[in-house]
């Protein structure tokens, strides 16, 4: 059988979740699979992450946006391959397409109303071109995937489906994500004290970055030592703007913002960290929060959409509307070393449940049942 995955942006440098999913799940199928005959489609890219292998092979397709490269490029490849199926692992897929598709719909966020205006141009056109598209390919599909059952259930009845047509499929965690002792090693590049508060930063109104910045306000008004707070992903000029436009400029000394942090130096910032900040107003999944829970970080993350599913029912759960709420979560974590032990008990703990090698014995459960259909 010759099955073709959908991979566009797994070589490029600087990788998001999406791309993460799919390249582990790729690696985990290379190891379980000896039988099928395996084309992972990419662009071209700087990080070579993934190797070929006797039943492996990478086909780069090189065209110079993701519309094109999915639209044209994708098709045009499909052709000479000839495949008996195609996964497109990305939530969208080519509109003119005679392969049996495989869809991994992550979440339906963008046929949503928006939550905040969106600064990046490059997110408005990707709404926009994910919006035209996912309405018209859904039905053209084999099977759908989604990340958990929360958004298995929403998507289901946003769209007036039946359960059946749709299938969960859990992420994982990458091995690299454990407790690191000596972790001042890699920390010091990006923040100058032992202890701290680490975030996650994005533009994206879900991620709810500016209620953040407020509950640090608040939790440097209630704590007697007070820790700084590390950001990553955002840039000095986007922090500014959420400083100035909510009166925050006061706490601007108590930041730390290097940019965009390498996946290999995550398992450190998280092991150092005192807790680790997930509260979103919005999630499919939360690839994060096992991230900090395998390396012992206990997570402050939100009671809405698919996070309590898995973090669990005793993580700290949040209102993520609520700064106050947050501040008083992380003043505790500071505070009461037993409860920050036990949380960091439970999360190693409650990682077990997940891994890339089921994520990929789900999937090719779903690969062999479309072929045999």
């Known amino acids: 059988m010759k099955i073709a995955i959908e991979a566009q942006r797994i070589f490029r440098k600087e990788k998001h979740g999406m791309d993460y999913v799919a390249l582990e799940t790729i690696r985990e199928i290379q190891k379980i699979d000896r039988q099928n005959e ?3 489609l990419v662009s071209p890219g700087e990080d070579r992450c993934l ?3 006797d039943n492996m092979h990478i086909v780069q397709i090189d065209y110079p946006s993701y519309p094109l490269w999915e639209q044209i490029g994708l098709p045009s490849t499909l052709k000479k391959i000839q495949p008996d199926l195609l996964h497109c692992t990305g939530n969208t897929a080519p509109l003119w397409c005679h392969t049996p598709l495989i869809l991994t719909l992550h979440d339906i966020i963008f046929l949503e109303p928006k939550q905040g205006k969106n600064q990046s141009v490059y997110q408005k056109l990707g709404r926009c071109y994910r919006r035209f598209v996912v309405p018209r390919i859904l039905n053209k599909c084999r099977k759908i995937i989604t990340v958990s059952n929360f958004e298995r259930e929403h998507i289901c ?7 059946k047509k749709i299938t969960t499929v859990y ?3 990458s091995s690299h994500f454990r407790p690191i002792t000596e972790y001042q090693a890699v920390t010091q590049k990006y923040i100058g004290t032992k202890h701290y508060f680490f975030f996650l ?3 994206d109104p879900k991620k709810n970055t500016a209620r953040i910045l407020q509950a640090y306000r608040h939790y ?3 704590s007697s030592q007070p820790l700084p707070l590390l950001i990553a992903d955002l840039k000095e000029e986007v922090i500014n703007n959420y400083l100035r436009t909510y009166g925050l400029t006061d706490i601007k000394s108590m930041l730390y913002y290097p940019g965009y942090i390498p996946n290999k130096d995550l398992p450190a910032l998280y092991s150092g960290a005192t807790a680790f900040i997930y509260t979103s107003l919005r999630e499919s999944f939360g690839i994060p929060i096992l991230e900090a829970m395998a390396c012992g970080t206990p997570v402050i993350t939100s009671q809405t959409s698919a996070m309590p599913e898995i973090a669990g029912k005793d993580a700290i759960l949040v209102n993520p509307y609520n700064p106050e709420e947050i501040a008083q979560a992380m003043v505790r974590l500071e505070e009461d070393p037993e409860y920050r032990h036990s949380l960091s008990q439970y999360g190693l703990r409650r990682v077990q ?7 990929a014995l789900k999937t090719l459960e779903l690969y062999n049942e479309i072929i045999q259909q």
């Open 201 to 203: 930063g994005n533009t």
């Open 157 to 163: 009845k946003f769209l007036h489906w039946e359960p």
């Open 51 to 53: 190797q070929e292998s």
């Open 353 to 359: 449940r997940f891994s890339w090698k089921k994520t």
């Open 171 to 173: 992420n994982g965690y």
């Open 38 to 40: 395996y084309f992972i």
């Open 220 to 222: 440097l008004n209630t």
